[in-house]
Every structure is written in C-alpha cells, then in structure tokens.
C-alpha cells in the first residue's frame, strides 16, 4: 500500500508569491490533515479535511486555505508569502471508519519544505 | 484550549538503558493516543497507538496510559543510538474538534554509545 505522497517535496519562493502544495492520501482515506512545522513552535495544526469539506480549522490567517477533492486528495495555498512562512508543511492521512471514528491513526507524508527569501 | 504537554527534555540514555518519555493531557474526552518518531528533517513516523488503561507492548516499545491521571508513557527498553529521536505524543479529540490530533512539543532523545 502506497503512503502519503506530497509533492514537490521542496520549493524555493519569494516574499508576495503564492504557493500551492499537494497531499494524496493513502488508498482509503478520507481525512487529511496539514500541519507547519517550525524549530520554533513545533507542528501547528492549519486544517482538516474529511470527504471535501473542511472540519476543523487552525489559528492561522486567512492567506492559508485548503481544499480536498472527491478523491481525497487534498492541497493547500498559502497566498501573499511572508519570510515566516518558512517551514516544513506536513501532510497527514488517517481513515475514519464508523460511528465512533475509533481508528484515527494518522500517517505522515514527507513534507514539503518551503523556504521563503 | 486542549493541550497535550510532554516532558521538555532533552533525554540522554546510554545504550542499552530504558527511556522514559511522559505526555499528559487536558481533554477527559480523548480516546485514542499516539507516539510518533522524528529524526531530524524527516516527516513523523508512527510508532505506537494506545487506546485502553494499560500496557501494550511491541518490541521494544510499552505504551502506557492512564485515563484517570490523564497520563500517557512510552518505554523505550534496550534503547538504541538509532532511537535518538525527537518523540512525540500526539491525543485524539472529541465534540467539536472531532478528527483533530492534538500534539506535544515533543521529547529529544539522545542514546550515546
């Protein structure tokens, strides 16, 4: 079974460009979550999304947006970049089968790490 | 605001000791609860899942958890200079956050030779 793939797994942009980073789960799962990670302020949670809508959202500005498609692949755009916006982006895919969700393990993809300059 | 706080570390064991990493958290209503690896510049691995009061074992790795204390631990038996790792505890959450994973600021682990 194939993992999370993100893609590109580096990128290179400056100040007030946009950036759009890609996230395909592993087969089967609907939940995708993306998280920023900084040496500073370890893994920040940015958003969730489960079968295309976005359930739970981070304390990040509005420049940060996300959506997934049906088949559950998922990218997030972050606009207007600033110099802090330097980190690596994480993508996570788990399956949330039944009720009770019971089986949240979550399974991390590469990363892509984005250096702003 | 749901927090999941680890002990700040850095840990160091020589070879072949037991590490001990601690995590607590604040939501009563957490029910699942996961340790991920994390070597420097690389993504987080999952490494063990705990759902139930108790011990549970997988090689040289014993999660711990203790709903009442709000308590969850790993052991790291026979460590290895491979497991030097930052570990992080990460706990599941319910009612309006429901699908979010909440996650410590993790341990460093250092195992010298």
């Known amino acids: 079974k194939a993992g999370v793939t993100q893609t590109p797994r580096y990128l290179i942009k400056t100040r007030g460009q946009q950036v759009t980073l890609s996230c395909s789960p592993i087969?089967?799962?609907?939940?995708v979550s993306w998280y920023q990670q900084t040496p500073g302020q370890g893994l920040q949670f940015l958003f969730e999304?489960?079968?295309?809508?976005?359930?739970n959202k981070g304390n990040f500005p509005g420049r940060f947006s996300g959506r997934q498609f049906s088949n559950s692949r998922s990218e997030m755009n972050v606009s207007t970049l600033e110099l802090g916006d330097s980190a690596l982006y994480l993508c996570?895919?788990?399956?949330?089968?039944?009720?009770?969700?019971?089986?949240?393990?979550?399974?991390f993809g590469q990363g892509t790490r984005l250096t702003v300059v | 605001q749901k927090e999941v706080e680890q002990n700040s570390g850095p840990l160091s064991v020589p070879e072949g000791a037991i590490a001990s990493l601690n995590c607590t958290y604040s939501?009563?209503?957490?029910?699942?609860f996961f340790w991920y690896r994390q070597y420097s510049g690389k993504s987080p691995e999952l490494i063990m899942s705990i759902y139930s009061n108790g011990d549970k074992e997988d090689g040289r790795f014993t999660a711990q958890l203790n709903k009442a204390s709000q308590y969850v631990s790993l052991l790291i038996r026979d460590s290895q200079p491979s497991d030097s790792a930052t570990y992080l505890c990460?706990?599941?959450?319910?009612?309006?956050?429901?699908?979010?994973?909440?996650f410590g600021r993790g341990t460093q682990l250092t195992v010298w030779p």
């Open positions: 087969s089967g799962h609907r939940s």
């Open positions: 939501d009563r209503g957490s029910q699942s």
């Open positions: 999304y489960f079968s295309e809508t976005q359930r």
């Open positions: 996570a895919s788990s399956e949330k089968g039944g009720a009770l969700f019971l089986n949240t393990e979550a399974f």
């Open positions: 990460a706990v599941d959450s319910r009612g309006s956050t429901l699908g979010r994973l909440y």
